[in-house]
């Protein structure tokens, strides 16, 4: 026996890391380059100060005020036959990956299967993992939209128990149609839960809808949403959903107890008061996220249409080598998705303008 005595599947694994190096351009993980103001953070700390006083206390374990700003927060986004989000249809975690292992461990487990439809986010299949659940993934259509007909054989044999549908995507940047998602819901019917991933959802392109809109007529829709993304908190670590009152309640079975803490929600109820303030580079990171789609076509690259704040852009022969070129120049992007492609995040026009020179010079070489 080695030792730890660690699960057997989980032997000779790495833990999840997208590189932290310490380089003056990191456009990897998706961040909003736009920080809080100096006032913000006050008013923020403020409230953690208002929390301190009470930590000898447990926090809230039903987390109210937070899921009530949550909801209206999500009410905003319900389209023009806007619908109510009640408090009682939000459920908060520490990020928006805590939300997907928590519907994992109250939907998923032994003899149930998640699906997804490759390229997708890469943390779905570890938490079918960690949660015993099985895990297969089909492929998406050559432009990484999702083919219904071979999405409506998987789910036929398959029957899953939750379906991962990134909208935006990531690593492609693909936002899915409506009619998509309800056809999917209509499929997999009161068996299984569709969890629509809208990690990326306030940077869509106009004219494309949120999945919050189709709420009303599936209630086995589930919409995750994150504050680490466009609300410019991804160092808060607080990710929620909106979904039927039954699924929140199912969800409270098997969540530690107290998992939010006072000062995460402190911080999160804070934050909210100045959603315009967070949110206010949303407009410039889309249009800059639309001038490097552009300019990497103009180039002669390979680019995925993206709703979300980076894009995916190849292909390479060795993108390994685009990637550690990029980084010598001292710009950090990610390797990930298919072959032959590489992720870059949408930074400030500073940051963009180091990459397009660092990309230029590395290719040149290169070719
Ligand atoms: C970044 C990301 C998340 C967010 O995760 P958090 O745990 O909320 O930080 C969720 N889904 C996808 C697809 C992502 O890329």
Not at 19 to 46: R, W
Not at 258 to 275: E, P, W
Request: aromatic share 8%.
């Amino acid at each position: 026996m080695t030792f730890p005595p660690l699960r057997e599947e989980l032997r000779g694994l790495e833990p999840y890391g997208a590189p932290q190096l310490d380089v003056p351009v990191c456009l990897n993980t998706n961040e909003n380059p736009y920080g809080p103001s100096a006032a913000c953070a006050d008013d923020i700390a403020n409230s953690v100060r208002e929390a301190a006083l009470g930590l000898n206390r447990y926090p809230d374990r039903e987390h109210e005020e937070l899921r009530a700003g949550l909801a209206s927060y999500l009410t905003a986004d319900t389209g023009p036959d806007g619908h109510t989000i009640t408090p009682a249809q939000v459920w908060a975690a520490n990020g928006s990956n805590e939300v997907m292992l928590q519907l994992l461990q109250a939907f998923g487990g032994p003899g149930r299967t998640a699906i997804s439809f490759a390229p997708t986010y890469s943390m779905y299949p570890e938490y079918a993992r960690d949660t015993h659940t099985g895990w297969v993934a089909g492929r998406r259509a050559d432009d990484f939209g999702l083919d219904l007909g071979a999405a409506r054989d998987l789910v036929a044999t398959e029957r899953p128990s939750v379906v991962f549908l990134p909208s935006p995507n990531n690593p492609t940047g693909t936002a899915l149609a409506p009619a998509v998602i309800g056809e999917l819901c209509a499929l997999v019917g009161d068996s299984g839960l569709v969890v629509v991933d809208e990690a990326y959802g306030e940077f869509r392109r106009g004219g494309t809808p949120s999945a919050l809109e189709l709420l009303p007529a599936h209630r086995n829709l589930v919409v995750t949403r994150t504050m680490s993304k466009a609300f410019a908190a991804a160092g808060l670590r607080l990710g929620y959903l909106a979904a039927d009152p039954a699924i929140c309640d199912a969800i409270r079975i098997v969540r530690l107890p107290y998992h939010l803490s006072a000062v995460t929600q402190a911080t999160a109820v804070a934050a909210l008061r100045h959603t315009d303030e967070l949110l206010g580079q949303v407009a410039t990171l889309r249009a800059e996220r639309d001038a490097t789609v552009a300019w990497l076509r103009d180039q002669g690259f390979e680019v995925a249409d993206s709703d979300a704040n980076f894009c995916l852009f190849g292909r390479f022969a060795d993108r390994h080598a685009v990637w550690q070129g990029l980084l010598d120049r001292g710009v950090l992007i990610r390797e990930v998705g298919p072959d032959g492609w590489l992720r870059v995040s949408i930074g400030t026009p500073a940051e963009m303008t180091a990459f397009r020179t660092a990309l230029t010079q590395v290719t040149g070489d290169l070719r």
